[in-house]
T-cell receptor, first 116, second 113 residues
Framework: DAGVIQSPRHEVTEMGQEVTLRCKPI?????LFWYRQTMMRGLELLIY????????DSGMPEDRFSAKMPNASFSTLKIQPSEPRDSAVYFC??????????????FGSGTRLTVV | SQQGEEDPQALSIQEGENATMNCSYK?????LQWYRQNSGRGLVHLIL?????REKHSGRLRVTLDTSKKSSSLLITASRAADTASYFC?????????????FGQGTILTVHP
């Protein structure tokens, strides 16, 4: 089991550019979560999917952020246009059938985004 | 706002000592979970305790839950330098069928060899 795979590990981009973060959940997991971590705000849930369907996107900061899950093995988080305040570590996590009520999440290693 | 609040924010101990971290939360919960995060890495799930449980053990970890006080504690016994990390509590709100975990701000644990 390769775990939750995120790419890229690091991304440095200029303000105004489009950024796409990618995530491959663990095979068989039907929940997928996107979190953002900063020193000031800690870990914030942005959006989560169940069986590829967005369930709760109330944490998405604004319309510049969008997330998709076209199939069970792939999700993207897109920021367009990016701003310096979007600089953070973005984590993807997945959880298996039965949901996080019974088991914890498995996190990826994160993407460190720096917008200059 | 964060559901869980950890205390202390930072803890520094010697190898072999026990480390205790506390977590308080605000609303009713389905379960409470503890995670560890090593510097520059993702979070790793340590242990889950359900709202109807009072204590749970896993290796050198002991977790307690007091729903009347809306608090939990994580005890790491006989700590090792490799336990140096940030520790987060996380909760799933009660009465929901969703899996949304809300994390606290974390406790930074430093274990000196």
């Amino acid at each position: 089991d390769a775990g939750v795979i995120q790419s890229p590990r690091h991304e440095v981009t200029e303000m105004g550019q489009e950024v796409t973060l990618r995530c491959k959940p663990i095979s068989g997991h039907d929940y997928l979560f996107w979190y953002r971590q900063t020193m000031m705000r800690g870990l914030e849930l942005l959006i989560y999917f169940n069986n590829n369907v967005p369930i709760d996107d109330s944490g998405m900061p604004e319309d510049r952020f969008s997330a998709k899950m076209p199939n069970a093995s792939f999700s993207t988080l897109k920021i367009q246009p990016s701003e310096p305040r979007d600089s953070a570590v973005y984590f993807c996590a997945s959880s298996r059938t039965g949901g996080p009520k019974n088991w914890g999440y498995t996190f990826g290693s994160g993407t460190r985004l720096t917008v200059v | 706002s964060q559901q869980g609040e950890e205390d202390p924010q930072a803890l520094s101990i010697q190898e072999g000592e026990n480390a205790t971290m506390n977590c308080s939360y605000k609303t009713s919960i389905n379960n409470l979970q503890w995670y560890r995060q090593n510097s520059g890495r993702g979070l790793v799930h340590l242990i889950l305790i359900r709202s109807n449980e009072r204590e749970k053990h896993s290796g050198r970890l002991r977790v307690t839950l007091d729903t009347s006080k809306k608090s939990s504690s994580l005890l790491i016994t006989a700590s090792r330098a490799a336990d140096t990390a940030s520790y987060f509590c996380a909760t799933i709100a009660g009465g929901t069928s969703y899996g949304k975990l809300t994390f606290g701000q974390g406790t930074i644990l430093t274990v000196h060899p």
